[in-house]
């Protein structure tokens, strides 16, 4: 084996977790990056760790089509960085990515290239590539961001890859302070613009009337009704849901790209929290997505109610496990919280 270090990153993990420990969201309008500092900083990290120079880091994330877009053209940019896109699906989801990241930390040991594989992801589909490379002679060392009340020491990392890893390290609180910055901030008058915007999208719906403001052409919709199962979901979640906050749980989110749950059997008890919870996380979205929205997407998103678009809700899915855990984020209660949380903020804020 050459005796070098190769970094892995899954961004859509790394991203999510240092944008939820900077703004509270893993929406990705609630805070910029700054990718220099935190690519050096990784590295660094690394170095530290193995005394070793660093082959390369491979940077995973997907796009529309895998066609590289002025970020990734930035990340790519940056000296010792190969970028390897997966597509995103007509739901949003990335496809690929997991697939890309496994082959070639494989490769890489096979090749004999670096003696030493850091990783950073909490996805348990790498968990049979990594012990791979391990058979090939590799050491494989997990990297993530610091969580100390955690069993496991990092946040949203799953148990299975944790155990199948060689050890763990951590990237510096300062490092995520440094790269991670909190975008938007809820203010009276962005509310009040927003709202203008919220009307004007209502009036524009009616025969004949232009919108000089959006040079984008809204489709023609009918203004829908509230159907009876929304109707039937915001009485059940009022009914259920307690006026005194309920505390934080300890249950973490074991990341995945795919639908599946983390496997935890525990109790189902304190639903009525979890939902509470819930319900905080989709007023929470709401207000980052309205702080940050432009006038064309509010007007689109108003349009096709009740349906969300799929990027919104998969925002609304990780903020909630987050919270409350993955298996009690799959709850159909729990979810319908969610999201009528997140419309009846949004009614409010418009």
Same mark, same amino acid.
């Given at each position: ?16 977790? /240092? ?63 190969? +970028? ?7 739901? /949003? &989801? ?9 082959? !070639? ?39 993530? +961001? ?16 944790? @155990?199948?890893? !060689? ?19 809820? !203010? ?111 007007? &689109? ?6 349906? @969300? ?21 799959? @709850? ?16 409010? @804020?418009?």
């Amino acid at each position: 084996m050459m005796p070098q270090s190769a970094v892995f990153v899954d961004a859509s993990f790394l991203l999510a977790v /240092g944008g939820h420990r900077a703004s509270g969201t893993t929406l990705r309008a609630a805070f910029t990056v700054n990718y220099e500092a935190l690519i050096a900083g990784i590295l660094r990290t690394a170095k530290e760790s193995s005394g070793l120079e660093n082959l390369r880091i491979y940077w995973y994330d997907a796009s529309k089509d895998a066609i590289f877009t002025d970020q990734h053209k930035r990340i790519g940019l940056i000296p010792g960085v190969k +970028v390897r896109l997966g597509r995103i699906s007509f739901n /949003g &989801e990335q496809k690929g990515v997991d697939l890309k990241l496994g082959l !070639d930390l494989v490769g890489i040991a096979r090749n004999r290239a670096a003696s030493v594989a850091f990783l950073f992801s909490g996805d348990d589909d790498l968990a049979e590539a990594v012990e791979e490379a391990q058979d090939l002679g590799m050491k494989v060392v997990l990297m993530g +961001v610091e969580k100390a009340d955690h069993r496991l020491g990092v946040a949203s990392v799953a148990e299975h890859l944790a @155990l199948r890893v !060689d050890s763990i390290i951590t990237l510096p609180e300062d490092q995520i302070k440094h790269a991670f910055v909190k975008a938007v901030s809820w !203010d009276t008058g962005h509310a009040t613009q927003t709202s203008t915007m919220a009307n004007t999208s209502q009036e524009s719906k009616e025969p004949g009337s232009v919108n000089d403001a959006d040079s984008i052409v809204p489709k023609p919709v009918v203004p829908k009704a509230p159907t009876p199962a929304l109707l039937g979901a915001r009485q059940k979640t009022s009914a259920l849901a307690p006026t005194s906050s309920a505390a934080t749980s300890d249950y973490q989110l074991v990341y995945s790209s795919t639908h599946q749950t983390s496997g935890f059997t525990g109790d189902d008890g304190g639903d009525a929290g979890s939902i509470d919870l819930a319900a905080e996380v989709g007023r929470s979205v709401a207000q980052n997505w309205h702080a940050s929205t432009t006038q064309a997407e509010l007007k &689109e998103l108003l349009s096709d109610r009740p349906l @969300l678009p799929a990027e919104i809700d998969r925002v609304l899915l990780k903020d909630c496990a987050q919270q409350i855990g993955e298996w009690k984020t799959d @709850l159909q209660e729990v979810r319908r919280a969610l999201r009528v949380a997140f419309w009846d903020q949004l009614d409010q @804020l418009t």
